[in-house]
């Protein structure tokens, strides 16, 4: 798939048509399957017209090159398997088709994951063990389960995403583990690669690092750096490639199922670097330069690259917002071991000023308080009490309230986010009270660090009455991620209001990006939830309220998703607008 792949894009290039090809994959990917293959026809023909489905095993296909045929009307299915389980594990369904996944596990046949992370099945295809080698088959059936030597997950819909062989996995100086297969992904999306093997390579009296084994268009040293330049700013921090090697031959080294023998990889490096004289037939390896500020700016993929320099300024210059500097902070903490607080920053910091930072070791430790005294289940349970005892009597006292599309919560797995729009100065309460208890147990709600965490006795009575923490509007967003984060981890759902302000009555503002943010990387379901203000209530008489009780209505809606490779500030507008379409 890859090399055909890469033969239409050379076509497209010889034939001068690359703006235009490009254009059609971006119109493509909105419109319905019939007219995507009209679109493409002229590519389709060349494989006879009738190319509906490309079905994929042995190894797995890159999300970027299973879009890149969708997008032209040809679906991708994947499966994965093996031998001794005759052969298929998992397959994707054509209706149910999750791209970066390999489907769902086959009826009958059942998969875990290991606490080490290894995929473990069972079931009736699962062989019986090897002819003659009792060793080895006790290697791999253990109390019925069969050890795959392959590391994946299984999320909450059942959908399995592999993520390359146990034996295969990198483990860093620092203990951070690296997927091969992740960085491979990165490499061959750049149409100049061939092919690409990614080890674990570790000279004498050195560290290990990632070490990049590259089959290139065009052989040259120039083409490879570029390669792993590109490469490099689209992977995490303890992912980045130090060192890269053409390899001088057509192919990798394979086993009998067609896997690149990584094992021969390494030792044929190792020699590589041991010989006095590298010859024609052992490339010159090459080392990533070392991180720094101006380097890690440059991964950021919102940041103006033209425009990166020491005294580029993050935001007016670089176009870097409240969650670049977030993520680049991240960077720096996982790259060069240091902490700084966006907090701390200045509004306009210069590259070359954080640099200093860090090369004078000025960042702060973390700040270890999470805001987590009311995490205990005592203060939980008095909670409770006061919620259904003291809250519950004084809304239904002062509003109608009508609640909607709680059945979009049966069957739903928390944590969640709950994401609310922000209309009246006392929705929290009305809101609140509307999320069954059996989900309220286990809630806790972002309020604003400088309208309710501003004074001690207010701040007190949220935490105390609603779970409630520090979220920080401007500023220091990544220690409130950092607090949002933490609650997840102890499986505490998230009421947040996304847009930040107050807008009585509406409309709908921006939301925050830190939003879908969360919703991505923290891989949690967002739910979308609606206050509808029928008619304000006389305790609402600040935004003209004069009925003795208000009318509203607090409407949920069905979970939101993303995955893991969803850009979080599409994710926020698709959470704003199942909010403003209930």
């Avoid at 490469?231 to 995490?236: D, E, I, P, V």
């Avoid at 308080?369 to 006061?386: E, F, K, Q, T």
Wanted: proline content about 6%; glycine content about 10%; aromatic content about 6%.
């Amino acid at each position: 798939v890859k090399l055909t792949t890469n033969r239409i894009e050379r076509q497209v290039d010889a034939s001068g048509r690359r703006a235009l090809f490009d254009r059609m994959h971006a119109v493509a990917r909105h419109l319905p399957m019939p007219l995507r293959r009209l679109l493409f026809r002229p590519v389709l023909a060349h494989f006879g017209g009738a190319l509906r489905y490309l079905a994929v095993g042995a190894a797995a296909m890159n999300p970027h090159v299973a879009r890149w045929w969708e997008d032209m009307g040809v679906v991708s299915l994947q499966g994965y398997g093996a031998t001794e389980c005759s052969p298929v594990v998992a397959f994707t369904r054509i209706e149910r088709n999750r791209i970066g996944t390999v489907g769902e596990v086959i009826p009958g046949v059942e998969v875990r994951v290991a606490p080490d992370g290894e995929l473990l099945v069972r079931g009736p295809n699962v062989f019986l063990g090897y002819w003659d080698r009792p060793d080895a088959t006790a290697a791999v059936l253990k109390d019925g389960w069969y050890h795959t030597g392959d590391h994946g997950t299984i999320d909450a819909d059942g959908f399995l995403t592999l993520q390359g062989r146990k034996k295969d996995m990198i483990v860093m100086p620092d203990g951070t583990k690296v997927h091969p297969i992740d960085v491979e992904r990165a490499l061959v999306a750049d149409a100049q690669v061939k092919d690409a093997a990614v080890v674990g390579f570790e000279r004498p009296g050195e560290e290990v690092h990632v070490h990049a084994l590259l089959i290139l268009s065009e052989p040259t040293e120039q083409v490879a750096d570029e390669v792993v330049a590109a490469a490099n700013a689209r992977l995490g921090g303890h992912q980045q490639i130090r060192g890269r090697t053409i390899w001088p031959e057509d192919e990798f080294p394979r086993n009998a199922s067609m896997k690149v023998r990584k094992d021969e990889l390494a030792q044929w490096l190792l020699a590589a670097s041991a010989a006095e004289a590298p010859t024609t037939a052992i490339p010159r390896t090459v080392a990533v330069s070392a991180p720094t500020v101006e380097r890690l700016v440059g991964q950021l993929d919102g940041a103006r690259q033209e425009a990166i320099g020491p005294d580029a300024r993050l935001s007016s210059d670089l176009g870097i917002d409240s969650l670049g500097r977030v993520e680049l902070l991240s960077l720096i903490e996982e790259e060069l071991g240091v902490y700084i607080d966006d907090g701390d920053l200045e509004p306009d910091e210069t590259v070359a000023g954080l640099q200093a930072r860090v090369d004078a070791g000025a960042g702060v430790e973390p700040e270890e308080g999470i805001h987590g005294w009311p995490l205990n289940p005592v203060v939980g349970a008095v909670r409770i009490g006061l919620q259904q005892g003291l809250m519950l009597p004084l809304v239904s006292l002062f509003y109608r309230r009508r609640v909607r599309g709680l059945e979009h919560l049966d069957g739903l797995r928390g944590p969640v986010v709950f994401a609310a729009n922000h209309h009246l100065h006392f929705d929290n309460p009305i809101i609140l009270t509307s999320i069954p208890v059996r989900w309220r147990r286990r809630l806790s709600v972002a309020a604003a660090t400088d309208g309710v965490f501003d004074t001690a006795f207010r701040g007190f009575m949220v935490s105390l009455l609603a779970n409630g923490f520090p979220l920080s509007r401007t500023g220091a967003v990544r220690r409130s991620l950092d607090r949002i984060g933490a609650r997840l981890d102890r499986g505490f759902s998230i009421l947040i209001y996304p847009e930040g302000q107050l807008t009585v009555g509406g409309p709908l503002q921006p939301f925050k990006g830190g939003t879908g943010l969360v919703a991505v990387h923290g891989d949690v379901p967002v739910v979308p939830l609606r206050l509808k203000v029928h008619r304000p209530g006389r305790i609402d008489r600040e935004t003209g309220g004069t009925a003795l009780r208000g009318d509203v209505e607090v409407v949920f809606g069905p979970p939101l998703r993303f995955g893991i490779d969803t850009d979080p500030a599409d994710a926020t507008e698709l959470i704003r607008q199942a909010i403003e379409a209930l």
